[in-house]
């Protein structure tokens, strides 16, 4: 104890005399306020800034302990240029934050303990089948289909774009969805869990230029949103029937039925998924764990 007073007494910090009701609703705002900040890092592209952040703040740790002054100061000089680019590139996904906070949805889902009971639902073998069945029926037919499977990172912003379902997997659903000249088979359907939640939805287009020049804006958008997530899209060709999928910015053209089962099998091994939100759930996890271990 007189060790830590030391501390932080050198530090300038002291431990308060008393603690207000007020000091307890601070430390729960900035609780709840940091734990938002975690979840939402974690399913949006920011995960993939933050790991950026974390390699950029130990070089600058690195170059202050070994003095590289030259280094600092230029750092020191591009750090108001870097957030002002950090908050253009993640301005979509701010405004998103912003808007989910005036939705009002906030505290339901913090004290909510019913909000988790999809986590534990994987994609199924009987959902594997029928994306499959459906992938190469419609590749026969040569009708073109955009199909997003959604893995940790949650594709919200992109399934807002189309109008939304709550349906089942089945082959034939999505054979009709991409149904030539019928009002939902336009743009991509995204599939969560088990289920497809949002036809004709509208996703980014790649720019890599090292693409095929053949590959046309489907496979461009299957390619674009596999770089801003974790989705693997399936994607079947209106030209050629042609099967095939994306996965991390890759596109694999022209997969086997047995691949393509192969591909989507790994996926049932996947992590904890994102709704896991709700300090109800972490308190559930941390019971169910505790019961466990009997401890
Ligand atoms: N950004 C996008 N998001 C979702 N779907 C898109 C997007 N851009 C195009 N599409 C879908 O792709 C269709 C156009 O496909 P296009 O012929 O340009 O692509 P392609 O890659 O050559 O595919 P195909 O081999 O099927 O012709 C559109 O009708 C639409 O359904």
């Known amino acids: 104890m007189e060790f830590i007073k030391y501390h932080l007494r050198m530090t300038k910090f002291s431990l308060p005399s008393s603690i207000r009701v007020i000091d307890i609703v601070q430390i729960l705002l900035i609780a709840i306020f940091v734990y938002y900040l975690m979840v939402w890092i974690k399913n949006t592209r920011a995960y993939t800034l933050l790991k950026g952040v974390m390699f ?160 046309g804006t489907r496979h461009r958008a299957g390619v674009g949103i596999s770089e801003v997530s974790d989705a693997l899209t399936i994607i079947v060709s209106e030209e050629t029937g042609k099967v095939s999928y994306t996965y991390g910015g890759k596109i694999v053209i022209g997969v086997t039925p047995g691949a393509l089962r192969e591909r989507l099998n790994s996926m049932k091994t996947r992590k904890d998924h994102k709704e896991t939100t709700g300090l109800a759930r972490i308190w559930k996890g941390r019971a169910k764990h505790e019961e466990k271990t009997g401890e």
């Open 56 to 215: 950029v703040s130990i070089f600058l740790i690195i170059a202050a302990i070994l003095r590289m002054d030259t280094i600092l100061w230029i750092c020191q000089q591009l750090s108001v240029v870097a957030i002002t680019g950090v908050l253009i590139i993640f301005q979509p996904e701010l405004r998103r934050a912003l808007e989910q906070l005036g939705e009002k949805k906030m505290f339901s889902n913090l004290i909510s303990f019913d909000n988790g009971k999809q986590v534990d639902e994987r994609i199924t073998d009987r959902t594997i089948g029928e994306l499959i069945h459906a992938a190469y029926a419609m590749g026969e037919v040569k009708t073109g289909a955009l199909i997003v499977v959604e893995q940790n990172i949650i594709l919200q912003e992109y399934e807002k774009t189309g109008i939304a379902m709550d349906s089942l997997i089945s082959s034939q659903l999505l054979i009709n969805i991409f149904e030539h000249n019928t009002p939902l088979h336009d743009g991509a359907v995204i599939v969560r869990n088990n289920r497809i939640v949002s036809a004709t939805c509208y996703l980014p287009l790649s720019d890599n230029l090292e693409l095929n020049k053949s590959l």
